[in-house]
Structure formats: C-alpha cells, structure tokens
C-alpha cells in the first residue's frame, strides 16, 4: 500500500471507537469489488478482538448512504427474524459498527465511504466447494435467507446498482464495449464474442417473464458465491449470509443460478486450463435439494421450473461481464494477472456449454425436489 493509501487507512480507523487499542489492519478476503481489512484490536483484558473494516467501492456503489440504509433495514430486521427464531443474531447476520459520530459509514477526506462490521468467529469462508454437504449448507443458508426476508417490504430498498441482473441490457453493454473496442482486444477473442452472440434471445429469457409479470420480485442477494457465507468450523453449517452490497429487489432464480455458477464445479472462477472446469451435475443436485428445502413453499411453481435457467443465464451473464470488461480495459473487476478477465469469462462460457448439455437433467433434478 502507498504511503498515501495508508493515510487514508489510518483516517478511517480513527473514525471508529475500538474499545481497546488497534493493533494493526491487515488486507483481508478475496474479493473483486471492495477492499477489506481484518482490524486487530487488543482489549482491556489484553484479548485479541477482530472486526472487518471495508472500504465500500464508491465507483461501482455510488449512492453509499443508500446503501448502508439498505444494509441496515435488512440487518436489523434479520436480528429480529433470528431472535423469534431463538438464533444467535451476532453469528447469524452481518452486524453493523457505527462510527464514533453514530454513523453507518465513514465518508474519509478522498471521497471514500468505510465501514465496519464485528467479525463473526469461528466460521470459514470456503473459495470452493470441499465436500458435497458444503454446497448443500450453503444452500440452505442462502434457501433462508430469502425466506427470512419474504416479508421485508421490497419497495423501500434502494437499487445499489441500476440493472444489476438485467441480462439483456450486460448483453447491450457488451455490444457497445465491442463496438468501441478501447484497448483492441477485440481480434484476440473472436470465439468468445461469437458464443455471446449467438446466445443473445437467452439473454431476454428471465427478463420477459418478469416484464409479463410472470415471475414476481422478492428480497434477493444477487451475489450468492460460495464465498458469501460464513460457515460454522464446527458443524460446518452455514450460518451467516455476508457481502449484502447487493441486496435488493431480484428474481429468486437469479441466486439460486449465482451459487451455481460459482460453486457447481471443482475450479476456481480464473482457471486458465479449461481441460479442469466441468460443471458437476451431484454438486447441482446437492445445492438445489437444500435451496428447495429450505426455500421451495415460498416459490411459485413457474419461479421452480426455471431455475435452470437462473443457473445458465448467471453463469452466462457473469461471462459476458467479464468479457465486456476485458475488453473495456479491466477497471471494473479487480485482477491480478493480466489476461484474468479473459480467463473468467472463458471457465463462465465452458460452464454454460456444459449446462446446455446436461439441460434435461438438470430439469430432472429440480423436478425431483420441486
Ligand atoms: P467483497 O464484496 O469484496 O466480496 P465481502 O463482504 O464478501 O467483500 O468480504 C470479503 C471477505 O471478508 C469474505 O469473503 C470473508 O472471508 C470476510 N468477511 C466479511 N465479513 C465478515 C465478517 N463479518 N466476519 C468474518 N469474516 C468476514
Ligand atoms: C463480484 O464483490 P464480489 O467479489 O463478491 C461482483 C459479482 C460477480 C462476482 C464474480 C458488485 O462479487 O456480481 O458475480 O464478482 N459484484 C459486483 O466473482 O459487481
Ligand atoms: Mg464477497
């Protein structure tokens, strides 16, 4: 970090009140989007206390007021939730440090907006699947968390990105990356912008029926990896939803398709040797029977029967998004190799093809536990 990166860092910490005396802020996770740092705080008793500090992305999250707003009504309302439910609602959801002047977030001298969130203990946070009961508890996390969140009133939460899931409209974006072709790339990718186009009607497919008013909005995530859920070390149970930036009115399918895109396959998401992303059909079957479970009653029967095609279209609209910023320059998601971009967006299209093959199974299975 440069000196004047660490500045800011030393800023934000003393926006906060630690209750004790800080220790030190260390880079903290693997996200694309925002920073985070693991703040080591010594107490009174001379014990460590951890807490995760944020510096919320304020290109890509523009309006952060009403974003810690969003995060705030739907924290507190889940405190509620787990509570009646007789659940721990300091391990079971994100809970939010206001500053010293009682605020939800920082805005630091450079224009940075920062936050702080007490750090839940004794959890991992895994970047793949490990074992097949993983991927089904995080199911059932995420099948919950949309449950719990049924009758939160969906008009009052802000649109933190305008068009988050709309595929059609990553579709037009992609066009017009293309069409500019800032960096040239475009001649190195002709296959990758050949399978994007020739899978340009899917892209409306979700989006049309939610326009003819046959699939409903919910309270949805919109970003439901793997890597989103905090799981108990002991019981391996996933017992809180994290990363909520994008919580806010969406289609169910949509985060069901998001986990499987990210975790119904044994690669990471920028695996350059393509010969090792397969998507797995028992990983598939695993996560679905837990979404269903847990989440099924509330899903009426059209948003079931097309949660394959949440599966494809975020697995596809991911790869287009990477794809589009590949070719724009590779300032939306963080990298750290050049190419990464390229090779997210080729393990996303691999995913899709194999999807497409194994489609009448996939509607098998998701009827099995519909
Ligand atoms: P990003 O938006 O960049 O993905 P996240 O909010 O997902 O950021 O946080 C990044 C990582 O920090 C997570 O993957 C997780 O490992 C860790 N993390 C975030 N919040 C907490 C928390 N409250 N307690 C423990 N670990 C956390
Ligand atoms: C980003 O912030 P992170 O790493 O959880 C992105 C998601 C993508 C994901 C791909 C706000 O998620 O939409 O699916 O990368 N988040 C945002 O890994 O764009
Ligand atoms: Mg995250």
Not at 100 to 114: L, N, Q, T, V
Not at 267 to 287: G, Q, T
Not at 317 to 331: A, K, P, Q, S
Request: charged residues 25%.
């Amino acid at each position: 970090m440069n000196c004047t990166a660490e500045q800011i860092l030393n800023e934000a910490l003393a926006a906060w009140d630690w209750n004790g005396q800080v220790a030190g802020a260390l880079r903290y996770g693997a996200g694309h989007i925002n920073d985070t740092f693991c703040v080591y705080v010594q107490d009174e008793a001379g014990d460590c206390v951890r807490y995760i500090l944020q510096r919320i992305n304020t290109n890509t999250f523009t309006d952060p007021d009403g974003l810690m707003e969003n995060i705030c009504g739907v924290t507190g309302y889940l405190r509620k939730v787990i509570e009646e439910q007789g659940g721990d609602p300091m391990r079971e959801t994100m809970n939010v440090v206001y500053t010293r002047e009682g605020k939800p977030y920082y805005a630091d001298s450079d224009g940075g907006a920062w936050r702080v969130y007490t750090f839940v203990e004794g959890t991992v946070c895994l970047q793949k699947v490990e074992q097949p009961e993983d991927f089904y508890e995080s199911a059932v996390a995420f099948g919950n968390f949309q449950r719990q969140l049924a009758g939160y009133d969906a008009s009052t939460l802000h649109e933190t990105i305008a068009r988050f899931h709309d595929t059609a409209n990553r579709y037009a974006n992609f066009e017009k990356a293309l069409a500019a072709d800032a960096c040239g790339r475009a001649k190195d990718v002709a296959e990758e912008i050949a399978f994007v186009q020739a899978h340009k009607d899917d892209c409306s497919f979700m989006m049309n029926l939610l326009a003819e008013g046959k699939l409903p909005l919910r309270v949805t995530h919109n970003d439901t990896k793997l890597n989103n859920i905090l799981m108990d070390k002991a019981t391996r149970k996933g017992i809180c939803v994290i990363d909520l930036d994008t919580v806010m009115p969406g289609l169910a399918a949509n985060d069901y398709g998001d986990s499987i895109r990210f975790g119904a396959n044994d690669c990471a998401e920028d695996e350059p040797d393509l010969s090792k992303v397969n998507f797995s059909l028992p990983l598939f079957e695993s996560y679905t029977k837990g979404f269903l479970q847990a989440a099924g009653d509330a899903l009426t029967d059209l948003e079931k029967e097309t949660l394959p095609w949440g599966a494809k279209l975020m697995t596809l609209e991911c790869g287009i998004r990477f794809l589009t910023d590949y070719l724009e320059g590779d300032h939306y998601f963080r990298t750290h190799r050049p190419g990464q971009n390229l090779d997210r967006c080729r393990t996303q299209f691999k995913l899709v093809r194999d999807m497409e093959a194994a489609w009448d199974e996939m509607a098998a299975i998701v009827k099995k536990y519909s």
